[in-house]
C-alpha cells in the first residue's frame, strides 16, 4: 500500500507520544532513568542484563562457548531484562549502559568492577580478556574485526530500518519498504560471496565475527524474523544458508540461544541462568510458567 499522505515537517519536531507503532511505548527522545531500581548481583565474576534479541544473543554465545573450552573465569549470571516493560530505564541498568540498550555486562573480576556495553564491545572485550575467537595474527585479527564492525554498522539496517517498516510501523510506507528491502539483500548478498571462499567470515577458523553476525542474518535466512524470508527470498543465498545451519549446531551455541529468551518454545527459555545445570532444570518448561524468570 502506498503511502499517499504528503508531510512536511514542522520548523521544530516535537515528540508526540502515540506515534511510534509497536515500540511507541519504549521509544523516548532523550536518556536517562525512567525509575529507581537496582540490578541483582549473583556469585559469578561475570553479570550479564540482557534479553535474547539478536544482540543479546550475541553475548550468550560468546559466554557458553568460553566455557566449553573450560575458562572458569568465564562463569556468569545473566538477568532477564524485560525492554518491553522498561526494565532498561531503571537506575541501576542506566549506571550499567547509559545508552538503555540490552546487552550489559559487568566484570566484577576486579577489585574495581569494570562495565561494558555495547554488544561488539562485550564479544571484543571477552575475547582479549580469555584469548579466544579472536586471531593473534594481524591480517586475520584485522579480517574479524573488520566483519565484527561490519555488523555493528549493517544491523540497524536491518532491524531499525527493515524490520520496522517492514513488520512494526502503523503504515506500509511502499518507499521505505523498498530502500530497506534492497539494503537487506545486498548485505546478504556481500555475505554469501564472502562465505562462497570462506569457511568463516574471519577465514577459517570461526570467531566473533561469526559470533556477532549469526544471531542477526542467520535468522533471517531461516524466515525467524519479521516474516520476511519469502519476501526477500534468503534462498538465494546458499553460503549464508550453510553456515548458518553449520554454526546451529554448535553445543554452546544452542545453549546460548535459550539464555535470557523469554518468548518462543518453552523448553527454549532460560530466563536466568546461574549455572550450568539451569539449562536441564530451570527452563519455563520445566517451571510451567512463562512469565516467572526462573532464578526469582
Known sequence: MNDTTLYTPPTIWKWNKENGGRFASINRPIAG???????????????LYSLATPNGVKVTIMLE????????????????????EGDQFGS????????SKIPALMDRSSPKPIRVFESGAIL??????????????????????????WQMGSAPYLGGGFGHFY?????KIEYAIDRFAMEVKRQLDVLDRRLSHSEYLAGADYTIADMAVWPWYGALVKGLV????????VQEYPHVQSWTDAIARRPA??????????????????HERHDAGDFDTKTQDKLGDSKTPAGG
Open 226 to 233: 519479521y516474516g520476511a524470508g519469502e519476501f526477500l527470498q
Open 124 to 149: 571484543l572485550y571477552l575475547a582479549e580478556k580469555f584469548g579466544a575467537f579472536l586471531p593473534t595474527d594481524a591480517a586475520t585479527r584485522a579480517e574479524c574485526l573488520s566483519w565484527l564492525f
Open 65 to 84: 562457548e568460553l566455557l566449553a573450552l573450560k575458562f572458569s573465569g568465564a562463569e556468569y549470571d545473566a538477568w532477564l531484562i524485560r525492554i518491553s
Open 253 to 270: 551455541v544452542q545453549r546460548g540461544r535459550k539464555v535470557n529468551r523469554a518468548f518462543g518454545e518453552l523448553s527454549d527459555q532460560l
Open 167 to 171: 513488520a512494526y510501523a502503523p503504515t
Open 92 to 99: 541501576g541498568f542506566v549506571d550499567d549502559n547509559p545508552n
Open 33 to 47: 532513568p525512567t525509575h529507581d531500581k537496582e540490578l541483582p548481583v549473583g556469585r559469578h565474576p561475570l553479570q
